[in-house]
């Protein structure tokens, strides 16, 4: 998600959260490092070098790659749990998608997690919340025992673009915030970000008049590690690595739920550049690079 408006540095007030600490989980690519679809066998290889750190991981597409089919074992092999994803995007990606879940998830229910249908479909102008309701709602017609939601900007949930989500009873809402996309120094970086998820949260409870429906939690935040910089914003391992201790140790300390964005580097997407002429690198918002190592300390 790219968001170019600076947002106040001041941090607003935390929203109501639990005591106990958030659950760290990790969005998870389907593809390997030259583009080809990952097996169950690269999933557990996965799962074994996340194990330490979390036991939940998010995807986006059930159909795409046959996620769904190829994750769900590995997860059950692993203990771990997925939130599956469905790409409402066209009526084709929908479809799919929900075929997939139907093929599978009856098979696995206890490595379902969740289902998110949509990824920032309200950021990018693809649906309005009442649209992206009606999506929702058929997923959820179809598995009534599972949660399902969908993941967008932190802004579209604060301006109330999203208000037909939470009137309309959706079981979860992830909240996307990159600092990094906001042109953040990293010495602001993680005070916008509290800030961002603070506002997206605090109107939701608001219209909700509940601390805990919709359930909601940080589907997506991160801080690239090379590349060219975005407005003030400058990738480094360094700087991924502040941001990991104070944005995502301290989101976990409110007892807030934060998928890092992302798992490991996807060498395979396309290199882009920015108007400045500066690379913007979709490929290195791994915490980990391709082969699976750490670029910094994931301990909080």
């Avoid at 913007?280 to 750490?294: F, I, K, L, Q, S």
């Amino acid at each position: 998600m790219r968001f170019s408006s600076v947002v106040p540095l001041a941090l607003a007030a935390a929203p109501a959260v639990v005591s106990a600490a958030g659950t760290l989980g990790f969005a998870l690519g389907d593809k390997k490092a030259d583009g080809s679809c990952k097996y169950t066998a690269d999933y557990e290889a996965d799962f074994d070098t996340l194990a330490g750190l979390t036991k939940v991981v998010r995807g986006y597409s059930a159909s795409d790659c046959n996620t769904a089919q190829q994750i769900l074992p590995a997860a059950k092999n692993k203990g771990f749990q997925v939130l599956l994803g469905v790409w409402p995007d066209t009526d084709a990606s929908f479809a799919a998608d929900k075929a997939a879940l139907q093929a599978y998830v009856p098979q696995y229910e206890d490595q379902v997690y969740a289902i998110t249908v949509g990824s920032e479909s309200m950021y990018r102008g693809t649906f309005t919340g009442a649209q992206l309701l009606e999506k929702i709602n058929d997923i959820k017609g179809a598995f009534p025992n599972v949660l399902v939601g969908t993941a967008d900007s932190w802004n579209k949930y604060a301006d109330g673009t999203g208000d037909a989500l939470v009137t309309g009873g959706v079981d979860l809402l992830l909240i996307n915030a990159f600092a990094y996309w906001q042109g953040q120094d990293i010495n602001n970086a993680s005070a916008t970000f509290f800030d961002d998820v603070s506002q997206a949260f605090g109107h939701i409870q608001s219209l909700s008049g509940s601390t805990d429906k919709p359930k909601l939690a940080v589907g997506e935040t991160g801080w690239v590690t090379s590349g060219g910089t975005y407005g003030s914003a400058v990738p480094s391992a360094q700087n991924a690595q502040t941001f990991y201790k104070q944005g995502i140790c301290g989101i976990l300390d409110w007892g807030v739920d934060v998928y890092y964005f992302e798992a490991f580097d996807e060498p395979w997407k396309p290199v882009s550049k920015g108007d400045n002429g500066e690379v913007e690198d979709e490929t290195a918002w791994g915490a980990y690079t391709v082969n699976r190592v750490p670029k910094f300390d994931l301990s909080c």
